[in-house]
């Protein structure tokens, strides 16, 4: 079992810079794909970002690349997303989500444990 805990969320002005994190608890962390989701109230999760296992390999959605970036540091069991240029409709509440293989994966639907979330609100 992996519990995995977010934070870094908040209120940010339009153009401005975030930093979300995702602590992973257990020893099997570096074993997992890691992945970002967002999620609007009325609206379907939607896959931001992913990472392999070992961290060479990461995946975007189209939205977000160039402004997002996904990293993760196997020695502290964290994962982070390192939001630039956010604009109002990045604003969502944030998932970080465990896959129990290597391979970065895009679907929710292929991952294993999810975090409870962090809020995300980029006002115009």
């Known amino acids: 079992q992996v519990q995995l805990v977010e934070s870094g969320g908040g209120l940010v002005q339009a153009g401005g810079s975030l930093r979300l994190s995702c602590a992973a608890s257990?020893?099997?962390?570096?074993?997992?794909?890691m992945g970002w989701f967002r999620q609007d109230p009325g609206k379907e999760r939607e896959f931001v970002a992913a990472i392999s296992a070992n961290g060479y390999v990461t995946e975007y959605a189209d939205s977000v690349k160039g402004r997002f970036t996904i990293s993760r540091d196997n020695a502290k069991n964290t994962v982070y997303l390192q939001m630039n240029s956010l604009k109002p409709e990045d604003t969502a509440r944030y998932y970080c989500a465990a896959h129990k293989m290597v391979v970065a994966r895009r679907a929710s639907s292929e991952y294993d444990y999810w975090g409870q979330g962090t809020q995300v609100t980029v006002s115009s």
């Open positions: 257990g020893r099997t962390f570096m074993r997992y794909a």
